[in-house]
């Protein structure tokens, strides 16, 4: 043992964005009012964990203001047991390297996808709620968070 002090700076991958702003994103046929939408309020994150989940955050919002009011949104994922359907109820990250997704299968199980960053690969798709309730939103509070976590 040593007593020495654990550097506290960051690994040399994690890039120090600083004051960078926001890359716009290359969406094709959309209008710079749907690109200030996606990019309002988003400064790029020193953790690469924490970046991805900020524009998964808003794409997902984005994909929601087109849903019927009897859709939610769900997912495709590759590597989920089963048909790889889930109902998204909320999302989450764990930097500097973990997304994770939560929600519900097919069965109406609860499921959790940990997945790195930077193999993400998710279909989002309209899926019809339970008659039971009305269709979840989960996008504004994904926006909420980001918010709350935004450099400042």
Known sequence: MTDKPIASAPPAFVPDWGDTPCPKPGLPATTPERNAALMDGVQMRENPAEWAFVRLSK?????????????????????????????????????????????????????????????????????????????????FQLSEMVGKTNPK
């Open 59 to 139: 794409l997902i919002e984005d994909f929601e203001k087109g849903l019927d009011k009897d859709d939610e949104i769900g997912a495709r994922i590759v590597g989920l047991p089963g048909d790889g359907i889930m109902s998204i109820e909320d999302l989450g990250f764990w930097g500097p390297d973990f997304i994770m997704f939560l929600g519900r299968n097919s069965d109406g199980k609860p499921v959790r996808l940990i997945q790195h960053y930077n193999q993400i690969n998710v279909l989002l798709d309209a899926r019809r709620k339970p008659e039971e309730r009305e269709a979840r939103r989960i996008g």
